[in-house]
Structures are given as structure tokens and as C-alpha cells.
């Protein structure tokens, strides 16, 4: 099938490349004429592990293609996927819809055969039910508005979007439209239904809401983790055996239950915010109260990460030299929105020591934010004459250091472990002052 998406980020380059893989013939489109002249030469313009094959595999095979024209991609395809941003707006919580909104303005007048927008970005409740009439006001043809949630995991793009553990849509109920819509989804992921994934049709809040709702889940889940972390620190119980005794639980699971310095990136910190701001607009601020808490749980991490820093350097990080490993929100991934790791690092800088970074992917990123950072190109170079080093992203890099790595360059022998990736045994008796969050 012919298909469009509008947006190139980590979802809309994924979706665009992984849809091409699929069969169908693609074009990706997209405001920057940057990022449109990158992909259409088969280069990502981020870290995202076996995108780039996909891509380049496509693009070789003709099936895949990038443009900045809107009236291209109106004349390309009938059915439009939609993969823009939906940033925090700027001083509240609240998702901005400018980019969803500009590309349903831009494209509707431009439509001139019956066509479908199905939206993948993560808006709050009730967006797809305005779009549908706003799209319609402005198009002179029909025009059908779906939801289809996107759960992919940044360094897990690829892998998450062509065998996701399920597919949602949502349609609107009203249209009479609505069940050929849903045919005409479920014969772009007619390989993934073959492959048993299992298909969720469902109106349009409802599918709006699932994505939101996952997100803010596993928020919970990690702050949960978190706060039960914080109680084993004042009592010598390791919380890391203890997630693993709940894990065990089916109820329960493993997964998502990993204590240290929190979660962060473009999804999870946003997400749940748009949500508690939207649950209020709809009288239901109280029903998501509990998210401000999650959130609270997770801040708090950062602010004691900073302050065992300072306990390592004597009670002051005046004049300490630090070394932050780890800037990705995550590894990898070379994000850095929102990236507890890069924040930690600014912070510690605030209160006046010198700080050093190292990420194996992020450093450029992190520049372009944090330009007053230094950045180190290695791991021992960030290290050099350490009063302290902290693990902040857990690179299988960073994990698999030992001691004996870092004793020549350090000038005092202090870590603090903010992933719980090292083990705590081996540091110390190497002589290592070990501080982790989650254990004594
Ligand atoms: C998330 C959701 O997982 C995905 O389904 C959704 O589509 C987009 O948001 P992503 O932002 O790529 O994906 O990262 P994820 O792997 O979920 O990690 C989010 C953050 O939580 C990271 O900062 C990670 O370090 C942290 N985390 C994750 C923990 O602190 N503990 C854990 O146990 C798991």
C-alpha cells in the first residue's frame, strides 16, 4: 500500500522504515529539510541500534522515501500516518498540539481524494475526536481520523514496532467510515495479525488512553521501586534482591522494577504530566493525584544522587573534580530529554565542582543543552583525578568496569552506582568507597 508518515523523530523514522519493510511503499515527510536530506541518503540522525539496515535496505529497494512536501505526500497516498511531536508545553504541564495540529491544517486543504489520518503520537484524550471535524472544515474531501498508539522503546525501535506486543486502534464509532478504516489498518499490519499480535479495535478515547495509561503505569511502577529503595537504604535491605523476589510474581513482574536515579526521555516525564493536566481539565484531578507523587519520587532521586556526591567529596563539592558517566536518558540511546544523568551533572556543576563527562553516544547532544559541561572522550579520561565518580547510565561499558580500570587515573577511590549496575562486593574490596542507591 501507499502510505505516508509526517514526522521523522524516533517514532515517525521508525514507523516509516519499518512500514517500507512490511511491503508497503513509503514516503516520510517532514518540516526540516535537514533531517529530510539525511534519511533520504540512508543516514539516522540519531542513536537508534539496526534502524539505520532497515532504512537503507528500503530505501535501496525503492520503497521508502522523504520529502518536505505536503503536496507530495497528499498526491502519494490515501492513508497518512501522523508521528510529530507532542512536547510539555512551555511553564505547565500540558502536551502542545502545534506540530499535530499544523500537519492536519496543512495537509487537509491539500487532499484531493478521500483519505485517512491515523494518528501515532501520544495526545491527550480527546484529541483525535476534534481533529476528525477540524481535518473535515478544512479538506474538500472526506476525511477519517483513527488512532493507532505507538509503544516503541527508544533502542528497541526496530524490534518493538515490527513485533509489538499489540496493536491498538481506536476509530471513531459514529462514522460510518469506521469499519472500513479498520480494514484498511488491519491490512497494513496484515504481516503482524499473520504473526499473531494480537489487535485491540476500540473507539478513539479509548485508544488515546491506553497509550497514556501504559506510560504512567510503568512510571508507577519504577517510582514504586524507587520509594522502596529509599526505605531499604535506611535499613540495610537490598532493594535489588527484594525486586527480584517480587518479580517472581507473575502479578507483579520483573520487569520495570530496576531501582536507581529514575526514569526520564521524552516520553515517560511528559506523558505523565500531560496526563495529570488533562485529568484535571476533565474534573478527574483527583483520580491522578497519586501521579504528582510518582513524579516527586522520581525528582528526589536526582537531588540524593547529588547529595551522596558531595558526602563522598567531604560535604562540599566546592572544587571537587567529579566524573559523570552516563549523559543518555537511557542506554542505548543517545537522548538526552530530560535525561536524569545530564541533570545530575548540572547540578553537581551548580554547587561549584568541576564535572566531566563521558557517554558513549550522547556527548553531542549533551553539548548542544549543557554547552558549559566538559566532555571527556573516554572513560578514563573522565575520570583523571576524580574525587568521585558516579554511574549514572548503565552502558554495558560502564558495567562491566573494574576497579583496576579506574585506580590509575582517580585521585581518591570513591563511586557512587545511580543504575545499581556494579557490583558493590568486588568495588569494595578493591579498597573502593561504594555508595548505591537501593542498598546500605
Ligand atoms: C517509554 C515506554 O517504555 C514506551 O513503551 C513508550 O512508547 C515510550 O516511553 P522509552 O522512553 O524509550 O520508552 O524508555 P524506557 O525503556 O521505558 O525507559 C524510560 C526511563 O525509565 C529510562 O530513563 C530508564 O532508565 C528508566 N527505567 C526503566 C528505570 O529507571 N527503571 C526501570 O526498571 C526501567
Known sequence: MRLTVFGTGYLGATHAACMAELGHDVLGVDVDPGKVAKLSEGVVPFYEPGLEEVLR??????????????????????????????????????ADLKYVNAVVDTLAPLLQRPATIIGKSTVPVGTAAELGPRARAAASVPVEVAWNPEFLREGFAVQDTLRPDRLVLGTDRDRA????????????YADLLAADIPFLATDLATAELVKVSANAFLATKISFINAVSEVCELT???????ADALGYDARIGRRFLNAGLGFGGGCLPKD???FMARAGELGAGGATGFLREVDNINMRRRTQVVDM???????SLLGANVAVLGAAFKPESDDVRDSPALNVAGMIQLHGAVVSVYDPKAVDNSRKIFPTLNYATSVADACERADVVLVLTEWAEFAALQPQDLDPVVRRRSIIDGRNCLDRAVW????????GLGTA
Do not use: M
Not at 73 to 85: I, K, P, R, S, Y
Not at 177 to 188: F, K, L, N
Open 57 to 94: 535496505r528500503n530505501i535501496d529497494a525503492g520503497r521508502l522515501r522523504f520529502t518536505t512536501s505536503y503536496e507530495e505526500a497528499a498526491q502519494h497516498a490515501d492513508v497518512h500516518f501522523l508521528g510529530v511531536g507532542t512536547p510539555q508545553k512551555k511553564g505547565e504541564y500540558a
Open 177 to 188: 467510515a469506521s469499519p472500513q478504516v479498520e480494514a484498511v489498518v488491519r491490512e497494513i
Open 236 to 242: 540495610g535491605a537490598d532493594v535489588t534482591v527484594l
Open 272 to 274: 505523565i504530566r500531560a
Open 309 to 315: 556526591a558531595a558526602k563522598a567529596c567531604g560535604g
Open 428 to 435: 569494595r574490596s578493591a579498597g573502593w568507597v561504594y555508595a
